[in-house]
């Protein structure tokens, strides 16, 4: 299995950022999969997930801000984070299914 996450990059306080993740070597359409996020020196969080029926889950933190989305023909999901924060900085890893984690894209804010 490999997940290739992309699409991080530096960006000022309320722009703009489009995560992918792409899944290769696994049935991507019959999983779970989310997003999490692991800011500098603290542990990784849920940010966003996604069943694979469709039902959609956000942090509190991220809620209004960030859309999940899944293209299962692509094997794919998606991330669109907008009006960043200083505080969405950190690595993002894509998760698909129980314990397939990508190796996590690197997302900086600054104010």
């Known amino acids: 299995v490999q997940l290739q996450a992309s699409g991080g990059g530096l960006v000022q306080a309320g722009e703009s950022l489009r995560l992918t993740c792409k899944a290769i070597g696994i049935n991507f359409k019959i999983y779970d999969v989310g997003w999490y996020h692991q800011a500098p020196g603290k542990e990784r969080e849920s940010v966003a997930t996604?069943?694979?029926?469709?039902?959609?889950n956000y942090a509190d933190s991220v809620k209004d801000r960030f859309t999940i989305s899944r293209d299962n023909a692509r094997r794919t999901v998606y991330l669109q984070m907008n009006s960043l924060k200083p505080e969405d900085t950190g690595l993002y890893y894509c998760e698909v299914g129980p314990n397939n984690w990508g190796r996590g894209t690197q997302v900086t804010v600054s104010s």
């Open positions: 996604i069943t694979s029926g469709g039902t959609i």
